[in-house]
């Protein structure tokens, strides 16, 4: 089953490399890196982990340094709930660049899914002083300071996340959703 899956999410796959053959002037080795990246993606996405984490390591002995396969890596791992196993890729990722604000959250994120709050704070504190304006780092910040009971400078992160948050994608998918998700279910049950 999983390898008709695979099959299914290799197609688009296919498509691009040949569209990348002749309609785009790339290098051989740049279509066959997009190629890699592509069976990788099928293969987890078809749940054959240890598949793509195969294709992965024959494009780190080309590029040992590459922070798109030790992103993937990471995401790969954290879908699966394996946290742990998703934070040397992250630190991987910050260790080559000391800037890639996604790679400093995303191992803030991990490190919140385990309970290390003080561990979340600080790399959080490394994402925000790259981005301060960034609100989901800032609504995590809060959750995290929250959790660690300081209730003054979580509040504080929290409304700085709000004003970071025009649209109020913030509180709508928090507290609020869960409100009218709640309403939702009610009226059904009404009806």
């Not at 099959?7 to 691009?16: D, H, K, N, Q, T």
Request: net charge positive; with cysteine; proline share 4%.
């Amino acid at each position: 089953m999983k390898t008709l899956r695979y099959l299914f999410y290799m197609i688009p796959v296919l498509f691009s490399f040949i569209k990348d053959i002749f309609l785009k002037d790339l290098s051989r080795e740049e279509n066959r890196l997009h190629y890699l990246f592509g069976k990788a993606n099928a293969y987890d996405q078809a749940g054959l982990i240890d598949r793509a984490i195969r294709i992965y390591q024959e494009i780190l002995r080309k590029d040992p340094h590459s922070i798109p396969v030790f992103m993937n890596l990471g995401g790969l791992c954290f879908r699966r709930g394996m946290f742990e196993s998703a934070i040397p890729y992250y630190t991987k990722v910050v260790n080559l660049n000391p800037k890639h604000y996604q790679g400093y959250y995303w191992l803030a994120v991990c490190y919140w899914k385990l309970g290390r709050y003080y561990a979340a704070i600080n790399t959080l504190e490394e994402v925000i002083e790259f981005l301060p304006t960034f609100k989901d780092a800032l609504n995590l910040m809060g959750d995290c300071y929250e959790k660690v009971g300081e209730g003054a400078k979580a509040e504080h992160y929290y409304l700085k996340a709000i004003s970071a948050d025009p649209e109020g994608l913030v509180i709508h998918s928090g507290i609020l959703n869960r409100s009218i998700q709640d309403k939702k279910k009610e009226e059904r049950v009404r009806h």
